[in-house]
């Protein structure tokens, strides 16, 4: 089966650092996505992982290693407009994309 | 308009009615999908179509069809309606199948 796995919910400090996890089983893989989603809003794209390795993008990193099924989102620096969802999606061929349940991440002053 | 919309936004409606629910990109994208998003379920495929003209079920098709008769509308089709397709439902798009997906501001069916 296809089973993408997040934590459900998370809380940090502004100005610290979160580590959101993320481990797949899917039948393919082609590529890993990261979308942050605001409450009531749409999915917006944040990183995208073909390759092992960490992909940086200002204060959003995004970490994959295929042999272990394994990605992570790192947020640095964080910030109060930061609370939203993380979720995470495997795209496993053709025109299939599997969203796991999303991360919420609670940012407290 | 830029981007991808969505109507209407929201949308109450009696259980075996039909309702259609739109979507229109004007990024000349080739592919677009609709996803339904429950609560600790995340989003789940629909229907996609890779190209004007062609169309495909993803994960949960029962119930809804689509079609694309041009590049920019993929417009969704509940034909009877019934209370466990109250939902979100987002579009998106992308460039081509597998490429970044973008999404539209959804919209927020509940059937009675």
């Known amino acids: 089966g296809q089973n993408i796995d997040q934590p459900t919910e998370m809380t940090a400090t502004e100005g610290a650092i979160v580590q959101i996890n993320c481990t797949y089983q899917t039948s393919g893989f082609n590529g890993l996505f990261w979308y942050q989603q605001h409450a009531g809003e749409a999915p917006t794209f944040l990183s995208y992982n073909v390759l092992d390795g960490l992909e940086e993008k200002g204060r959003f990193s995004s970490f994959l290693s295929r042999s272990k099924g394994y990605s992570y989102l790192l947020l640095k620096e964080l910030q109060m407009k930061d609370s939203a969802s993380y979720l995470c999606a495997v795209q496993t061929g053709g025109f299939k994309t599997i969203f796991g349940a999303g991360t919420r991440l609670f940012v407290k002053a | 308009i830029a981007g991808i919309t969505q109507a209407p936004t929201s949308q109450i409606l009696a259980a075996g009615r039909r309702m259609t629910l739109r979507c229109t990109q004007d990024?000349?994208?080739?592919?677009m999908y609709w996803y339904r998003q429950d609560l600790g379920l995340g989003l789940r495929l629909i229907h996609y179509?890779?190209?004007?003209?062609?169309?495909g079920k993803g994960e949960v098709p029962d119930g809804y069809s689509v079609s694309r008769a041009n590049t920019d509308d993929f417009p969704l089709t509940l034909a009877s309606a019934v209370p466990s397709q109250t939902s979100v439902y987002f579009c998106?798009?992308?460039?081509?199948?597998?490429?970044?997906?973008?999404f539209g501001p959804g919209t927020r069916l509940t059937v009675l």
């Open positions: 179509s890779n190209t004007a003209g062609t169309t």
């Open positions: 990024m000349r994208h080739n592919a």
């Open positions: 998106a798009s992308s460039a081509a199948g597998g490429d970044t997906q973008y």
